[in-house]
């Protein structure tokens, strides 16, 4: 293996793209818990907060009429799905569509003045970044598609994310999952700011956003309303498979991104009660959603079969005619073909905890209880 080949260990805190007052609201509401050995980096984020703040004001000098003015002239694809069921998975092959737009990693964590930097710094920042992802070795970097929920947090929006900032504390923002738990003033705060990042990439790209976030599966009802004519695509994986993957998902990000040193006291719990909360409220929502723009996929049959699977969701959603994406697709798949998905053992009591608390989930999509 290369120099160059060699996975990064280290990348900077996902709070380090915060501005200034957003920074100071998740110090003030947190107590300032920072742990003894992260101290330092709450100073660094400090001071980088600050300068993100003058570049924000710089980029709307510059490109808050045009932002504005621009319209976003097809309906986003929203990829639904709880956290490790195949999203990023398909988040990449819906991007190899040259059609298709998507949120950067630099955008997300720096949306409050990508415009103007994006182009610039990027090229230089490449050794802040890691060249895979800690928690399941799919490959990472600036330009790589990413969660836009990374995005509203760095503006100062509630997210259910800014858990992972002080871990030990009570889950944050959960009335965030779905936004209806938000105060009005508050929900109408993060439409104008959904919209207001959508129109930034939207002026960089003007083609149909392909947007990832697990978030997203509770807010169907919010996002038709922007959104009336969106689509949307759901992926579902075993929850036998899920339950340990998510976990380790959030001991991961835990530790890589925490300002405290993380005990993970109620994580399991908090992963039962999420998922069951995810998928009553995907249920509710799909019910507002024309069969016609609302596709379903199991991401066991996606791997076995992605051409064909693909093919499926693209005539289903009318995306456009399959072959003109057909040939990158099948270079992305033969250029990953050794990839491999971690692997987990369950101890017998845990995986009767999930039958019996995900049972009705699992017998839905027609996995096999355990």
């Not at 990953?336 to 019996?356: C, G, M, Q, S, W």
Request: hydrophobic share 40%; glycine share 4%.
């Amino acid at each position: 293996m290369t120099t160059a080949d060699k996975p990064r260990e280290w990348m900077p805190r996902f709070w380090e793209g915060c501005d200034f007052l957003a920074w100071m609201r998740l110090l003030v509401r947190n107590r300032f818990a920072v742990g003894l050995p992260y101290v330092y980096i709450a100073v660094v984020i400090t001071f980088v907060s600050a300068c993100h703040t003058v570049l924000r004001l710089i980029q709307e000098a510059l490109f808050a009429g045009p932002v504005r003015r621009t319209p976003i002239p097809r309906s986003p694809l929203f990829i639904l799905g709880h956290w490790r069921t195949g999203t990023t998975l398909l988040h990449e092959l819906l991007i190899l569509d040259d059609r298709h737009s998507f949120p950067t990693t630099y955008e997300c964590l720096e949306p409050n003045h990508f415009l103007l930097t994006e182009k610039v710094l990027t090229p230089w920042l490449g050794f802040l970044m890691p060249s895979r992802r800690p928690m399941d070795n799919m490959a990472a970097g600036w330009d790589r598609p990413q969660e836009d929920e990374f995005a509203l947090c760095m503006m100062g929006q509630p997210s259910p994310y800014l858990t992972i900032a002080f871990p030990n504390h009570p889950p944050q923002d959960q009335e965030a999952l779905d936004l209806e738990g938000l105060s009005p003033l508050k929900r109408a705060a993060w439409k104008r700011a959904f919209l207001l990042l959508l129109r930034r990439i939207t002026f960089r790209n003007p083609k149909r956003l392909v947007l990832k976030s697990p978030t997203h599966t509770c807010r169907i009802r919010t996002l038709l309303e922007l959104f009336p004519d969106a689509r949307f695509v759901h992926i579902v994986r075993d929850p036998y498979v899920v339950f340990p993957s998510t976990v380790n998902l959030w001991k991961s990000l835990y530790r890589t991104h925490g300002l405290q040193t993380p005990t993970f006291a109620g994580l399991e719990e908090h992963v039962f009660a999420t998922f069951t909360h995810m998928y009553a409220k995907l249920e509710e929502g799909r019910k507002l959603v024309e069969p016609s723009r609302f596709y379903e996929l199991r991401y066991e049959e996606l791997v076995a079969n992605p051409v064909g699977e693909m093919r499926k969701l693209y005539e289903h959603l009318g995306l456009g005619e399959f072959e003109e994406v057909r040939p990158k697709l099948e270079a992305y798949l033969a250029a990953n073909e050794e990839y491999r998905t971690n692997k987990y053992d369950l101890k017998p009591e845990l995986r009767a905890e999930i039958t019996r608390r995900w049972g009705d989930v699992i017998r839905r999509y027609g996995y096999a209880m355990e």
